[in-house]
Structures are given as structure tokens and as C-alpha cells.
């Protein structure tokens, strides 16, 4: 077999307008691992981010309004005082492809080999099967900034690079419909803070609801069930 595992302590990224002479925003990743074992002919993949963040970096001198530190953060990892103790990776994937639910049943969920069972395949080998589990994040919205970051996001160098990868993934989709392939996704309830404006602490807060999400193909045809969360 072929094994390669990375580990990455801290990723930062910072995107600065150099014509204005400004900080736009700061991005820290941390406790990045990915592994990677390839034997007889079938991929195993599994890697998890332990945090992520994005704060505010601008001084703000040009502007009619300063900002408080609380409202700095763009997004955060949100964690409630009984998840910190146990500090669950923000995200979380694995992937494995050729895989044979009875020769390797431990590399997949119950669900996943009683749908091959109940559906009366004579195989029950599968092409491939990705989870992907992802922690609550924290939005802020503040009207200015976010406009700005957005044009910048979608106009500058980083939205040509965000439409290879939206183009890669569309392929990756589309590649999967034609194949045996389950899905499982899980995502916690992401939140949105909206403060009444840079300097006020006073805000409110949006929780969009959980995701929950299970896909499987048979005959050919697409099955699908998800359960999605409400506003709260």
C-alpha cells in the first residue's frame, strides 16, 4: 500500500486593496491533516480543519464610524461552553472509492449497507462514499463591509479562482450521478450576528437551521433525502 499523511499547523492568508492602502481581511486556518492510503486499487482519504476564522483588518481612519472588537470578526467557528471542552474539529471529510461494503464494512455507516441490502444488489461493492461534517460558524454582517468584500471576493484575482473550483466541483457532481455513489453531509446550524452598526455592541442574531443530508444512486436514478432546518 501507498500512505501519505500532512499535517499543518497554521495557514493565514491576508487580502489587502494596495491602492488605498488598506487591510481588507485576515483568514487563520488551524490543525489542517489529511491521510492518504491506497491499496488494491481502492483510494481511502480523510483529513479535518481544527479552526477557521476571518477577522476585520482595516484601521478604519478613513472612515466616518470606528469599529469595536467584538464586531472585528467576519466569521468564527461558534462553539457553545459545553462543546469547548471537546473542541470537535470545525470540519471533518472522508472519502474512499472501490470499496466492498462486506470486505470493508467499518469504513462505512450502517446506513449505507442496509441501503445495498434492502435494495437486493447482488454486489455490494460501491464506487465511492464521501462524508463531510461541518461545525456551526458565526457570521457578522455589517451592510459596508460585507458589499465591499463580496465585490472584491467575486471581481478581484481570489473570484477567478473561486470559478475554477466552482467548475471543479460542478464536474465532480456531475462524474458521481453516473456511478454507485453515497453521500453523507452534516452541517450545524450556522449563525448570522447582525450589530446595529461598527461601533454598537447591541445585535441580532439569526440561526439558519441544521443540514442534514443523505444521497444514494440506484438502478441509475438519483435517490435522495435531506433534511434541512428552519429559521429560528
Known amino acids: 500500500p501507498i500512505i501519505f499523511s500532512l499535517r499543518l499547523g497554521q495557514l493565514s492568508i491576508c487580502l489587502n486593496k494596495e491602492h488605498q492602502g488598506r487591510s481588507l481581511l485576515k483568514t487563520i486556518q488551524t490543525g489542517t491533516s489529511l491521510s492518504m492510503e491506497l491499496r488494491s486499487g481502492s483510494l481511502y482519504l480523510s483529513g479535518s480543519v ?7 483588518t482595516d484601521s478604519y ?3 466616518s464610524r470606528h469599529i469595536i472588537e467584538r ?3 467576519i466569521f468564527l467557528v461558534y462553539r457553545t461552553s459545553d462543546v469547548i471542552s471537546g473542541q470537535e474539529p470545525f470540519f471533518q ?10 470486505a470493508d464494512s ?3 455507516p450502517s446506513w449505507v449497507y442496509t441501503k445495498l441490502t434492502s435494495l437486493g444488489h447482488e454486489s455490494l461493492r460501491i464506487d465511492d462514499y464521501l462524508s463531510v461534517s461541518m461545525a ?3 457570521f457578522v454582517y455589517l451592510s459596508e463591509r460585507t458589499a465591499e468584500l463580496l465585490d472584491y471576493l467575486s471581481n478581484g484575482l481570489p473570484g477567478k479562482g473561486m470559478g475554477l473550483t466552482s467548475r471543479a466541483a460542478k464536474g465532480f457532481i456531475e462524474k458521481r450521478i453516473q456511478t454507485r455513489s453515497f453521500l453523507q453531509m452534516v452541517v450545524d446550524s450556522p449563525r448570522v450576528r447582525v450589530p446595529l452598526d461598527e461601533e454598537s ?3 441580532l442574531i439569526l440561526r439558519l437551521g441544521d443540514v442534514s443530508l443523505r444521497s444514494w444512486f440506484e438502478e441509475g436514478t438519483a435517490k435522495s433525502m435531506s433534511v434541512f432546518g428552519g429559521i429560528e
Open 201 to 203: 455592541d447591541g445585535s
Open 136 to 138: 456551526s460558524l458565526e
Open 93 to 102: 471529510f472522508s472519502y474512499c472509492t472501490g470499496v466492498d461494503a462486506n
Open 71 to 73: 464586531n472585528r470578526p
Open 50 to 56: 481544527d479552526d477557521l476564522g476571518a477577522w476585520d
Open 61 to 63: 481612519e478613513t472612515r
Open 106 to 108: 467499518t469504513l462505512l
